[in-house]
Structures are given as structure tokens and as C-alpha cells.
């Protein structure tokens, strides 16, 4: 959440059509791979990100042939397990949520294969808080 000081790391895939030169869609599933511990008011609570899915839509602007900007906006789902222990006692928990998630980035390709740099805003409902996401990602055309 936002201002939380939990930092947790995340395999990502992705798969997305290209439908115009400046339209496109996207869904991605992620999985944790980095957990994070953090203490507050005397507990010790190990973060871990289960995964999250989300599918998007994207306005794109080329740059030439090898470079692109985009925007993106779409919905998605995000699991995290919160373990606790203080004083010998632990208690585990489970949070979800749904969020709204709007971001920017761009891509370049060397030839069919290239590198995307991208930042997301998860914006959760239910008043769950926000979380941003910087992502660098390997990307192949076909």
C-alpha cells in the first residue's frame, strides 16, 4: 500500500495483440519471487506478493519503426499473505483485491526482440491503497 515501505518482487508475463498501429490489448499473470519483512509497533511481519492478473487496453504512439510510448489502462487482481509473530504467538492472513490499474512506458526494439520499461498505478476499491510498479521486461515480436 501506498507510503507502506513494503518492497516485493514479481515474475511477470505477458501477452498482448497489436489490433492498429496505435491500439492495442494486454493481460498479464505475475508471480512473487521477492518477499519483504517489515516491524511495526513491535511485530515482525513477513510480505509475500501470491500473484496478481490483470488484462488492459493501450494507446500507442510510434516512434520510427523500432521505438514506441504507450498508455495503458485495465482491471486486475492481486494477492498478498501477511505472516505476523510477536512474543512467540504468529497468525497468518490472506488479502486480495481487485484494482483499477492505469500506467506509461515505452519500448524499443532491435529487431524482433527488444526491452520495455513501464510504470503501473495499481489504485485499489474498496479503499486497499495504492501500489506502483516498475517493471523492465525482455519483449519478442512475432
Known sequence: ????????GAITGRAGVQLHPNFATEGELSFGVQDDDVREQGVDVNI???FDIAAYGMAILPLGDRAQLFARVGFGHTE???KASAAGAAASVSL???SWNYGVGGQYFLDDNGVRLDWTRRDF????????VYSINYVRRF
Open 80 to 82: 498478498i499473505e501477511a
Open 1 to 8: 500500500a501506498k507510503d507502506s515501505g513494503v518492497n516485493v
Open 125 to 132: 476499491t474498496e479503499d486497499q491503497g495504492e501500489v506502483d
Open 96 to 98: 486480495d483485491g481487485k
Open 48 to 50: 509475500k506478493h501470491r
